[in-house]
């Protein structure tokens, strides 16, 4: 047998060694579970020890198959100086987790997250970083983690100042490896500077605006693991989030984090994070612009805050036979103090009764001596009545029904234009009939936010984030007030009316405005053919941006001028799905129907965006961001263009959805 052979042999061994402590470390943590349930501990301990080692269970169990390791780390021995420091001389093999015989040993597989793992993404011939060798292993596709799946291994001798001359061929076949299903994740091929953000300090908050292919969602996901093994006990605090722009787009990404071992990470929408009522009522063009619009926090603080007015007369507690007095000028000066500190609507209330009791306990224990804590709720429950009248309880609904219905409260912010579209045109008999739209909660979660700050999180991811609103954007910043963001996104994709045209803006509102933007141009996954096209548009786009670039030059682009655009469509997606991955056929929403149609009447089994393992998918434009396919057949591009007040933006996002192969059908001029 060859020495290559040989050495194959040996990592097959190896792998199926890691197989057998794997299938320990999950019947191990199952173990756990029943030791734990018979431990003596108080309730709640006993509950939190069983609740953790429950979660550890399911996440073992619930591991995807695969392949157990994807690199190699040989340092450097002792004869080579100590720049390997305590790893002289020692392999290490890297993996989606650490795995082991006992959690004491030392790993048969090191997670690719640990710091030792950071030379696999970093090191190279200028800088070894200590790394004699390091290792790509090839597995066959859609391997489960059969060890006779590892096909080859690839050296790079970075000890001998001596690097692979061309890409890695296993890199590129992982990244060009046909996409049929969710998203995977991309441990075994990140790229140095995408390294550097996955690994930044929790502490700190970035913006990543990435083009097309650039792997920002990866990246963001990747960090959102990174963190949750970096800083676990600061994490479990707040919690982390991951916001996605729509269930489609969270479907597809939701088996990544599970995949690097992270499960019970909650992906969610913004939208999904405000529902405080379900929507039953639909905003015009105008009226939805208004309320997302930045002006409208200060609309509705002073809504609220309309509601706190100066008292009218003194304050006269009864006290037995004794009555305790507060002048109207010492009353006059609590609420407007508390005013002045601009606490939380609730907490204001509170300071109020707190300051009030004080005067109140101050004068009856310099007549008898103290006061005891049932005294006090005693003479709380007189004050009530006072509050009430200056600093009264109100419910976020109260609040914008009455803005809704007069919105006195904007005067001299919004035009009378803006004013009409906000103002309902027929006004609930109740706020409990009232039907709120989406808008609405935004607004609601607002006025929610001024009487009392939510829970936040530990840390935040936000995909696609170009498209949020400022009044979306302060959803969020009030949720991370002591945590940190993860701000992902391409102002050339931003595709709602008030999608931003700049970080700075956008990360102002969403409290973070020190956060670094940092640009990513380099493509992996979308072909330089397709890249090219899609950078034709820029010009047209109201965002500056950098035009994007790709690594790979194996993709196929055709222009495909045609008389009838369905017949041609059935035409292409046959052709397509002769070859292996996903086809995507993406038009304007209106155009779907006879799209369909046409494509079952040729007996094609045709799947919705929501089926992720199909082969053939047709998907509105609307619903394009965020997912690939290895093949897409755009449709009609001039009319994606016109659907809409920021069609081009959306164009753009529909012609970067190929990672292998684009057909453009069109009937009418192409719009770039």
């Not at 800088?127 to 292993?137: L, S």
């Not at 489609?248 to 990544?256: D, R």
């Not at 993709?555 to 052709?575: I, Q, S």
Request: net charge negative; hydrophobic share 45%.
């Amino acid at each position: 047998m060859s020495t290559i052979g040989q050495e194959l042999t040996r990592e097959r061994a190896h792998h199926d060694h890691c197989r057998t402590a794997l299938t320990a470390m999950i019947e191990g943590a199952h173990e756990q579970v029943v030791v734990g349930e018979n431990a003596s501990a108080s309730g709640a301990d006993a509950e939190v020890l069983g609740y953790q080692l429950r979660s550890r269970a399911k996440e073992m169990t619930e591991l995807p198959e695969g392949p157990l390791f994807f690199g190699r780390l040989d340092f450097a021995g002792v004869r080579d100086g100590g720049v390997a420091g305590d790893h002289r001389g020692q392999s290490y093999h890297i993996g989606r987790l650490r795995i082991s015989e006992h959690p004491a040993a030392p790993p048969l597989v090191v997670d690719w997250r640990a710091p030792v793992s950071r030379a696999f993404y970093r090191a190279g011939a200028h800088d070894p970083q200590g790394v004699a060798v390091r290792r790509r292993f090839g597995w066959a596709p859609g391997s489960r983690g059969a060890s006779a799946d590892l096909t080859g291994f690839e050296d790079e001798l970075l000890g001998q100042g001596e690097e692979l001359s061309g890409p890695s061929a296993f890199l590129a076949e992982e990244i060009e490896r046909p996409r049929v299903g969710p998203m995977r994740d991309i441990a075994a091929t990140i790229q140095p500077e995408q390294d550097e953000l996955v690994r930044g300090d929790l502490a700190v908050s970035v913006c990543v605006q990435g083009a097309p292919g650039t792997g920002k969602t990866a990246v963001g996901l990747h960090r959102a693991a990174y963190l949750l093994y970096t800083y676990p006990r600061r994490i479990q605090r707040g919690g982390l989030l991951i916001l996605g722009p729509n269930r489609t787009f969270l479907a597809y990404i939701s088996e990544v984090l599970p995949s690097l071992g992270e499960a019970g990470v909650r992906q969610s929408t913004v939208d999904e994070e405000i529902a405080r009522h379900p929507v039953r009522a639909v905003d015009s063009p105008a009226a939805a612009a208004v309320k997302h619009d930045a002006r409208m926090a200060e609309v509705l603080h002073r809504a609220l805050y309309a509601r706190v007015r100066l008292p009218a007369d003194s304050l006269a507690v009864v006290d037995g036979s004794y009555r305790w007095r507060v002048s109207l000028g010492e009353l006059e000066r609590i609420v407007a103090e508390v005013r002045e500190e601009a606490p939380p609507y609730a907490t204001g209330r509170e300071r109020v009764q707190t300051r009030v009791l004080a005067l109140v306990r101050d004068q009856a224990e310099r007549r008898s001596g103290t006061r005891t804590h049932a005294w006090l709720q005693q003479m709380a429950r007189q004050v009530r009545g006072f509050l009430d009248e200056v600093w009264p309880r109100v419910k976020p609904e109260e609040v914008l029904a009455e803005l809704l219905t007069d919105p006195a409260a904007a005067g001299g912010l919004l035009s009378e234009a803006e004013l009409k579209a906000l103002t309902w045109e027929k006004p609930p008999r109740s706020v409990k009939s009232a039907k709120w739209s989406a808008g609405d909660l935004v607004l609601l979660d607002e006025i929610a936010g001024l009487i009392e700050h939510p829970d936040g999180y530990g840390h935040i991811v936000i995909d696609e984030a170009q498209d949020l609103s400022p009044m979306q954007a302060r959803v969020i910043a009030r949720r991370a007030r002591f945590g940190s963001l993860t701000v992902l996104g391409d102002l050339a994709q931003g595709t709602t009316p008030w999608a931003a045209r700049s970080w700075p803006a956008l990360l102002a509102h969403l409290g973070k405005p020190d956060a670094q933007v940092i640009p990513l141009t380099t493509g992996f996954r979308v072909p330089e053919a397709v890249v090219g096209l899609a950078n034709r548009l820029l010009g047209a786009l109201e965002a500056d941006v950098p035009a994007a670039r790709s690594l790979r030059t194996d993709g196929e682009l055709r222009l495909l001028p045609v008389r009838d655009v369905a017949a041609a469509t059935v035409e292409a997606v046959v052709r397509a799905l002769d070859r292996e991955g996903s086809v995507g056929v993406i038009a304007a929403d209106a155009q779907l129907p006879s799209l369909r149609a046409a494509l079952r009447a040729a007996g094609l089994r045709v799947a919705g965006p929501e089926e992720l393992g199909a082969q053939l998918t047709l998907l509105p434009a609307s619903l394009a961001k965020g997912l690939e396919y290895d093949h897409v057949v755009a449709v009609e591009p001039a009319a994606i263009a016109e659907a809409e007040e920021r069609g081009p933006e959306r164009l753009y996002v529909v012609l970067t959805r190929a990672v292998s192969r684009l057909d453009v059908v069109h009937s009418r001029a192409l719009p770039f």
